[in-house]
């Protein structure tokens, strides 16, 4: 991942002789042994496999069952836990951070909790605040990993907001903010005002036990911003289902009504937006001009997309129109455009415009690191 801004001075210093190209010849690997190679080939050759894709809890349960949880969890930890988990302990992590920060590289932690949009409903709230208390810790052990953190290399971390608010809510809120002339009721600044006061808040068109579901989401979410910016961490919120994301949406706009402004030294609440969307490129200009219009810092984590399959089944099962983009090609298409007018919004904004290139795809990074160069000489 390539992260982005424009600031008038990074930690080495003004830059003496600009940008320099980026390079994919595998000199990020010379620290790793054969073992750790072999294992890493093996498991994205698997990965690629499409029934271990599709059927991989049910092998897994097999699995516990046939070998037992002891062997099967040590057979896990061996080979795709080990190769997309930093750790099971902080030194652990800590460890497999100092390996990264050899190559130039820093952490993005992230607690791998979220609720899936057909689960069953919970009672009462203490699974999200234990998952609020794991978030905490992760925001700890994030500023504890980077020495210093500063304008050029902030600290960063991941976070899944239906780990902090239950799925069936963010449906609800959904169809209520995709409705024609949306109530005021669920706008952002009503929301973030209700932050600011502490007071309880009451939104007609959700009944009693929704209401205070959102107010406990409301109050767990501003708890992790507060504490993230004490921290000095800054949160990059995940995308996630189409059914969902309009609701998450709608929090961390009350969030950045919050967080973001340039006293705060924002932004401290980043957005995600998923290229394989066909509307996500004019979602993308909108909030980023409205951002610009009320003066706030708007930080952008640009991805291609992780739910392709999922959303396209749903699509078929209701009928609807599929939301995502028809083909590869389209996929890159749009991811190009938004980077182009992010590039630009950096270019404009400085340090109030962040963007993150979270891309695997070598021309995406190496279309990024070009044009930012360009951009940096203006």
Known sequence: MLRICRVPYSRAGPSAGGWK???FDGGAFHLKGTGELTRALLVLRLCAWPPLATHGLALQAWSRRLLGSRLS?????????????????????KDCVQQLQHLGLRPLLAVPIEEEPDSAARTGEAWYEGNLNAILRCVDLSRSLVETPGPAGPTLMQLKVTALTSTRLCKELTSWVREPGASVELSPERLAEALDSGKDLQVSCLNAEQNQHLWASLSRLHRVVQHARTQHVRL?????YTSLNPALSLLVAALALRWNSPREGGPWVWNTYQAYLKDTHERLKRDAEAADRAGLAFGVKL????YLDKERQVARLQRTEDPTQPDYEATSWSYSRCLELMLTHVSRRGPLCHLMVASHNE??????????GRLCCV
Not at 74 to 93: D, K, N
Not at 303 to 306: F, M, S, T
């Open 21 to 23: 190209p980026l390079r």
């Open 73 to 93: 969890g040590a057979l896990l930890r061996a080979s795709i836990y080990g190769q997309f988990v930093a750790g099971e302990t902080v030194e652990e992590v």
């Open 236 to 240: 990059l919120v995940d995308a996630e």
């Open 303 to 306: 991805v291609r997309g992780a």
């Open 363 to 372: 021309e995406s990074v190496h279309q990024a690191t070009k044009r930012a």
